[in-house]
Structure formats: structure tokens, C-alpha cells
């Protein structure tokens, strides 16, 4: 990875898994893929479409694991279809591996619980979707509740939407704050979320009950859509 | 369309065309699928995979716009391949149809152009990507400068990310403010962007006039990357 006037020559690749969450891929992929000079590459462990959370949307991966060179930026989204890959050693090696020798090790999302069960997070401050903090822990991070964490070179965002900020955060450090800065105008992210539900903090105590009643299913379970809580 | 009970019964379609903007179709899909009872459908002329603006994701749509039964809810993205099907017959006369049964014809970013080819904007309040703002007067639209702009069933969003936050009203419309709600922490989208850049009022003014520069090719064109502009 080198850095020029403004343009980066660097290789970012987005790991796909059948149960990603979309966003958590798409959101990343959006910021880092107008960066100057960068090639963003969806890969999966083969090359048929990876079938996104919901069943009803797939991407379809640019290149096999195996078929990946070394990536200057590894980024693991999550999702429940993480919850499959905890002890599945292909996954869990090549992470180790590529994480070896990258310049930045990132995760949306539970996303950072595949990197925990690679090990990498070991006695690392690292977050993750709200719901998903505890499990951090277990896998020897120091978990942090904010919404972009770093250490050394391992950065993980929080749930789902946290991408979009993580990787402006890392577009920043990759070209510079001027090129992030152009980057989110041209996608006009100026964001005003009509309600303040954005957090366990700020959401209503009904929202956040019903959800954490209910985290087992969101984390690891095919059960996404949500009902109306009782008020 | 029917609701009962925080669940509803409604169909929502996501047109895919060639050079769509990932984020403008992925943003607004990952609210919308969380919606107890919506099936969220993507929806392109044929069922090949449909390659974003990028060449370096394809999606793949479900149904072709032929299958596609009539939709509750319309949703155009934007993109620069929205500038190939400004005469484009078939998709036009295809969301005029859609639009005539529609309980909601929306669009996100430039997808709003599409609305007003097809003469769905005449006179009516709208909005689009901050770039492309005036092309929406050329199409019998009033153009307002808002991040959602409402009027009577035809709700548009303004650039690329701005479609998360239309989604999100949108999902209270259709299920109730504490659905959204719960949708919302559920991705926890409680935004902090790393920089203040989001908007033209707020960016940097060499970030702003970089951009404006080259409006015709971050609108129309396949030349997405930016340098860092001169300061």
C-alpha cells in the first residue's frame, strides 16, 4: 500500500458469508469504493451468490478466498450467518492469515465476533452491535461501547449502519481527511434519522426491551423482521 | 396494503438497472426488510445480475419487471446509469403503470430524475442528489432542497445515503413510529460521521467546488473516484 498525492494504491477485500448482514457489506463498500486508487473485492469461500440475511438479496463475490491475494484492508461484516462460522476453521485460518499481513483489520457489526473466534481480538478494545457486547468478552476482547473502536491496526464499528462511519473514519487514514471529506459529500451523508432510536440509550425502554428479549434470534437466528412492542 | 397489529401486509420493489448506486437500493433495503409482513423485492428488466456503478458488485434481482406484480411500494435508486434510461421506453411506461397503483412511488438520489422522465414529478415538490437538483426543474418538478421531501404519495430522498432516513420514515408510515423505531436501534443507526462534510452548506468549499466540477460524470458518468482537492 503506498500513498500519492491524494491517490492510494491500495487492495481493500469485503468477506461475504451466507447470513451476512447487507448493509454491514454494502455501506463500507459504498465509501471505500470512491477512494482513489483502491479496488474493493467482494470474496466468499466460492464463488456462487452469498445469499444476505433475509433470503432475499445476494451478492455475488468477485473471488474465492483462495483466489484472494493478501489484502492491504480485510473487512468482516456481520450477521446471524456468523453464528455458523464460529468454529469453522477455512473461515478462521484465513482470517488469521490475512490478518497477518494487513495494514488494517476491520469488522461491522458481529463481524468482530469472527474475528474474536480467529483470535485476533485477544486483549483488544473492540465493539459490536449493542446486542452482541457481551459476547465479545468470551472471546478475550476488552469490549468498548462506541461506535468505531482501534487498536493498533484492528478497527470494528458497531451495528449494521456504524460501517458507513467506520469507513470514513478509515478513508481518512488511508487518503487523508480532505479525499474522506469529499467522499461523504458525494454521498450526501448528512444524516437525520427522523427518530433518536439510534441507540440503547437514547431508544424508547420498550424498544430496547423487545429487542433484547429477543437478541438470541437477531444475532444468530433467521427471525430479523421485528413486531410492534407492547408499550 | 393492510395493517394490523405493528404487522403489514405490503409489497415493496426495488428497480435495479445497470450503474445503479449500491448503496441507494441497499440503504433503504435493509430498513425496509425488517418490517414485519413487507416482502422487499428487487426488480430489473432481465433476471441477469445487475452490475452497480462501480463494476465491482452485481445484484441479483428476484423477478423481472415483466413478473413483477403490481408493488404497494415503488423505490428507484439513483445513479449514474439513470442518465442511459432518460428515453428509455420500457422502464418509463413500466414506473408510470406502477406509479398509477401505488400506495408510495419513491425514489433515492438521482432515481428521482427516473420519476421525472417518466412525468411523475409534474409539479410536484421533489427533491435528488444536492448535484442534481436543477435537471429536477428541466422535468416539471419543484425542486425543494430537503433530505426527504414528501409530496402526496411520491416521496423522494436526496443523495445515495439519504435513502436510510427515507426509509425510516417510510417505515413509520406503514407500521407505526414504534416499528421504525425498533428497526432503527435494531441497525443501530444512532449515525456519527468522523467529519461535518455531508452537505454543500457544511463541506469545506474547495470540497465542494472539486465536486461541482465534476457533477456531470459523479452524475452521468462511470468516473466515480475522487483525488483530494486542491486546497
Redesign the interface.
Known amino acids: 500500500m503506498s500513498r500519492r498525492?491524494?491517490?492510494i494504491d491500495v487492495d481493500i477485500a469485503i468477506v461475504l458469508y451466507p447470513g451476512f448482514?447487507?448493509?454491514d457489506a454494502?455501506?463500507p463498500?459504498?465509501v471505500l469504493?470512491?477512494?482513489?486508487?483502491?479496488?474493493?473485492?467482494?470474496a466468499a469461500e466460492t464463488a456462487d451468490?452469498v445469499l444476505a440475511d433475509?433470503g432475499?438479496?445476494?451478492?455475488?463475490p468477485?473471488l474465492t478466498l483462495a483466489e484472494c491475494s493478501r489484502p492491504d484492508v480485510l473487512l468482516v461484516p456481520g450477521g446471524p450467518g456468523q453464528a455458523n462460522l464460529m468454529e469453522h476453521q477455512p473461515i478462521l485460518s484465513w482470517l488469521r492469515e490475512m490478518h497477518s499481513s494487513s495494514s488494517w483489520t476491520t469488522s461491522v457489526?458481529t463481524g468482530s465476533l469472527l474475528l474474536g473466534a480467529a483470535g485476533i481480538l485477544e486483549g483488544r478494545r473492540a465493539t459490536s452491535?449493542?446486542l452482541a457486547m457481551d459476547r465479545l468478552s468470551r472471546l478475550g476482547a476488552i469490549p468498548v461501547s462506541e461506535?468505531?473502536v482501534c487498536d493498533g491496526k484492528v478497527m470494528t464499528a458497531?451495528?449494521?449502519?456504524?460501517g458507513?462511519?467506520m469507513a470514513?473514519?478509515l478513508a481518512?487514514e488511508l487518503?487523508?481527511?480532505?479525499?474522506?471529506?469529499?467522499?461523504?459529500?458525494?454521498?450526501?451523508?448528512?444524516?437525520?434519522?427522523?427518530?433518536g432510536?439510534?441507540?440503547?440509550e437514547?431508544?424508547?425502554s420498550?424498544?430496547?426491551q423487545?429487542?433484547r428479549d429477543r437478541s438470541r434470534f437477531?444475532i444468530e437466528g433467521d427471525q430479523?423482521?421485528?413486531?410492534?412492542?407492547d408499550?
Chains 1, 2 share one sequence.
Open positions: 498525492e491524494g491517490s448482514t447487507a448493509l454494502v455501506g463498500y459504498e469504493s470512491r477512494l482513489p486508487g483502491a479496488t474493493v473485492t467482494f451468490p433475509t432475499r438479496l445476494a451478492l455475488i468477485a457489526c452491535h449493542w461506535r468505531i458497531a451495528g449494521v449502519s456504524a458507513i462511519d470514513l473514519v481518512g487518503a487523508g481527511s480532505v479525499v474522506a471529506q469529499t467522499i461523504q459529500l458525494g454521498i450526501e451523508y448528512d444524516p437525520h434519522p427522523p427518530f432510536a439510534g441507540s440503547p437514547t431508544a424508547p420498550n424498544v430496547v423487545y429487542l437477531l430479523r423482521s421485528v413486531r410492534e412492542p408499550s
